[in-house]
Nanobody, 123 residues
């Protein structure tokens, strides 16, 4: 399974971006999808995750109410809509996939990782 993230860029505080993560290969083996982010000098942290059907979502407290995760299974793509962006949201964002149905909030729970996409929020 290959995961390719895109959509990052430079945006002013208060602005919006939408990240995409396209899956290819043995996509039937990927169920839960998630987004993580990593800032310089910090650990990679959980941002959001979505179940295989899209019916269940989880968010980090720091992004609740501002970010929305969604998926289009027909396109094998997961999205992260980011609104009201803050400078502290600046990070490299990674998408990840799990082979199981239960949502993990920890990077160790994910079996597949995509390339990162850089999001920079200026103040």
């Amino acid at each position: 399974v290959q995961l390719q993230a895109s959509g990052g860029g430079l945006v002013q505080a208060g602005g919006s971006l939408r990240l995409s993560c396209a899956a290819s290969g043995r996509t039937f083996s990927v169920v839960t999808m998630g987004w993580f982010r990593q800032s310089p000098g910090k650990e990679r942290e959980f941002v959001a995750a979505i179940s295989g059907s899209g019916g269940v979502t989880r968010y980090a407290d720091s992004v609740k109410g501002r970010f929305t995760i969604s998926r289009d299974n027909a396109k094998n793509t997961v999205y992260l809509q980011m609104n009201s962006l803050k400078p502290e949201d600046t990070a490299v964002y990674y998408c990840a996939g799990q082979q199981i149905y239960s949502i993990s909030l920890y990077r160790q729970g994910y079996d597949y990782w995509g390339t990162g996409t850089l999001v920079t929020v200026s103040s």
